[in-house]
């Protein structure tokens, strides 16, 4: 565990230096961790108050005293009052976006970030060793290291850090679970194992004995993570832009990918349609910050380039348009933060606006002149209305000066007007009004287009009135779904040594480990070997010494001798046995319990004397050792041979008759009678 923790530098009173993995530091002192410490604190309360409504509701139905009933309703009353309040003060802390942002950020509309999902402790360590015991029938105190380790991973992704480094620690933990899911959670038991996360909207808890639940709230704080990483990013340099393009991409992409898979999650930030709302605001703010990406080193003053800008000014307000409907629909509308909504409306007129002062600019302050590619301009022109006022053509508007200047000032007066709504909806929202550099920002471009309509003003504007046509939206890159590779990077399972997963997990059930002592009889040990590891017992002779002290077809060696050889392929057992003499070795076997075991792919068969094999037989032969004792089996090749080749043509086992057997021996009846009252498993 050592190898994955660094120094943090910080030392209690006691003097003993602390620890923490890379990408979490439970000790930052950040408006983002003290959020996060609000978080929780509120998490606690809303369960506490959710529990005195219960039991006060529960109260009421079983009591039939008026005086009760009185006092219970009272008490509801104030319940359901501090419920309000904590769940207004939630709504307080998702809308808290200023913490979020870079402390550069000066000239940039404030962006959402998500925040992270909270959790409660759980203990491993009990349960899993009493899992080992019971199921794998191994000591569980052998793995104290390893639950340790597991334990100590998910803590850390409790307070990861705002970094590529977190999102690599809840990777991980991420990677880990479908392996310890394997492991020690049957499909057919529950664990008792109780996983509870905290909804980042409302504060209900909800709580699983699978792990669905916990790999889905993973990827949830991975998404969140993302999204707090692209508002913290410098949006006005070019690096910084592509930083936040990338984090809000993955953060859709992520949130996309849990939508995918995790479709019956019982939270309700979770839920289908909450997720298809944030993945839509994770792609407008991408789309967003590829407009700046474009405007960064600033638009050319020419028209082409002014009409181009409008397009993309329309696309972002597009699709702030598409998040703000789908924040408004009855399944999301009654917990999403007000000010997320309102935002997003703010947003969707303040960029149609400059969509239209674009337009205006590009009208008012040009004119077609004989160096002028007057084509070019036509198409550019064509291609930003979808439809024009009737008698109007492109070509006029460009050449004809009046009817330019006409629908010019109509373009500025239509983005007047936006901007006058921006800011009349930003004034609604009192988390929005602590923002104030987004009302610097909507004050300075309402000013902007005023300047522009007063310098363009005449007198014949209430006579002449034309009101300016919709700007098709189009862009030259497109924010997409992003799916980071980290989800799909490999971990060492921390339990391997109770196996391979393959055979060893939950889905299999196991017969105690027994002990076969393994004696050569006429240098040959009774039975072959086949898999890769573990290696599996095969044509077994039914009268060799070994079937006789317990020896079945389809066991698994999990030791020779003292030396463990779970994960060792067949050339390294044989190389373990090859030195069996006449006092012979003990073997460890298991035997699988589930009537379709999964048996290896891989297949080898170790008898004859071909090349690149090994055979049982050759290991101690001695050419002068000729003695006449009769054998118990008969060695003829064809007898082997129709054994090994039913084991070629079919994937089942052909197991030959025990001792203990008989062909003509009647099969007795099942159940038998005194099982009648047992359940079957």
């Known amino acids: 565990m050592a190898d994955t923790l660094l120094p943090n530098g910080l030392k209690e009173s006691r003097g003993d230096d602390k620890y923490f993995r890379k990408g979490c530091n439970p000790f930052a002192q950040t408006g983002r961790s003290k959020l996060q410490n609000k978080r929780a604190s509120l998490n606690q309360q809303i369960i506490k108050e959710m529990r005195m409504r219960a039991g006060a509701e529960n109260l009421l139905k079983a009591t039939s005293n008026s005086k009760v009933k009185d006092m219970v309703l009272l008490e509801l009353s104030y319940v359901n009052s501090n419920l309000q309040l904590l769940m207004g003060q939630l709504e307080g802390l998702n809308s808290s976006v200023e913490v979020y942002q870079s402390s550069q950020e000066t000239a940039n509309i404030p962006l959402i970030a998500l925040g992270l999902k909270e959790t409660k402790e759980v203990d491993f360590a009990t349960p899993f060793k009493d899992y080992i015991v019971s199921h794998y029938n191994e000591d569980g105190a052998d793995y104290e290291d390893e639950l340790a380790d597991l334990m100590d991973l998910r803590q850390s992704c409790r307070t990861p850090s705002r970094s590529e480094a977190g999102v690599e620690l809840l990777a991980k933990y991420f990677n880990h679970l479908p392996l310890v899911e394997s492991r020690f959670f049957s499909p057919t038991h529950h664990s008792s194992i109780f996983f509870t996360w905290y909804d980042s909207f409302t504060g209900v808890p909800v709580c699983q004995q699978n792990l669905s639940l916990e790999k889905a709230s993973v990827l949830f704080n991975m998404a969140a993570l993302y999204s707090q990483i692209g508002t913290r990013s410098d949006r006005q340099t070019s690096a910084g832009l592509k930083e936040a393009i990338s984090a809000f991409q993955k953060a859709a992409g992520i949130l996309n990918h849990l939508k995918e898979t995790f479709t019956h999650t019982p939270s309700y930030d979770m839920s289908p349609a909450m997720l298809a709302m944030l993945i839509r605001m994770m792609l407008a703010q991408a789309q967003e910050c590829l407009f700046e990406q474009l405007a960064l080193p600033g638009v050319r003053n020419e028209v082409v380039s002014l009409l181009r800008m409008a397009q993309e000014a329309a696309k972002v307000s597009e699709v702030y348009d598409h998040v703000h409907q789908s924040m408004i629909q009855t399944p999301v509308k009654d917990n999403v933060p007000f000010f997320w909504s309102t935002m997003s409306q703010v947003k969707t007129n303040h960029y149609r606006s400059m969509a239209h002062y674009f337009v205006a600019s590009a009208l008012l302050d040009h004119r077609v002149g004989p160096s002028d590619d007057e084509d070019q301009q036509e198409k550019s022109l064509s291609q930003v ?100 590779a980290i989800l799909k990077v490999k971990v060492n399972d921390f339990f391997q040594r109770l196996g391979p997963l393959s055979v060893f997990s939950a889905k299999q059930r196991w017969t105690a480990p027994r002990k076969v002592r393994l004696r050569t009889e006429d240098r040959d040990l009774g039975f072959t070997l086949k898999g890769e590891a573990p290696v599996q017992v095969v044509s077994l002779d039914p009268l060799c010494p070994a079937a006789a002290d317990g020896l079945k077809e389809g066991d698994y060696i999990v030791a020779v001798g003292e030396a463990e050889c779970k994960r060792l392929g067949v050339g390294e057992v044989m190389r373990l046995l090859k030195d069996v003499d006449e006092q012979g070795v003990d073997i460890t076997v298991v035997s699988v319990l589930d009537s379709n075991p999964t048996m290896p792919a891989k297949s080898a068969t170790f008898c004859g004397n071909l090349p690149k094999t090994y055979s049982m037989i050759c290991l101690a032969y001695d050419s002068d050792d000729k003695n006449g004792k009769t054998r118990k089996v008969s060695k003829k090749s064809s007898f082997l041979s129709w054994g090994l080749k039913n084991k070629l043509k079919s994937t089942s086992t052909v197991s030959l008759p025990t001792a203990e057997q008989s062909w003509n021996k009647a099969c007795p009846a099942f159940p038998p009678s005194s099982y009648k009252d047992a359940t079957l498993y």
């Open 385 to 484: 209305y979808d439809h024009l006022p009737d008698g109007c053509s492109p070509l006029d508007i460009l050449k004809k000066t009046a009817e330019r200047e006409r629908v010019g000032r109509a373009h500025i007066h239509r983005a007047t007007a936006g901007h006058e709504e921006a800011l009349r909806i930003y004034c609604l929202c009192h988390h929005l009004n602590k923002l104030e550099v987004l009302q610097d920002i909507l004050k300075a471009s309402h000013q902007r287009s005023l300047h522009k309509a007063g310098d363009n003003q005449t007198g014949e504007e209430f006579t002449d009135y034309l009101d300016a046509p919709d700007i098709i939206s189009k862009t030259e890159q497109q924010a997409e779904l992003e799916v980071p």
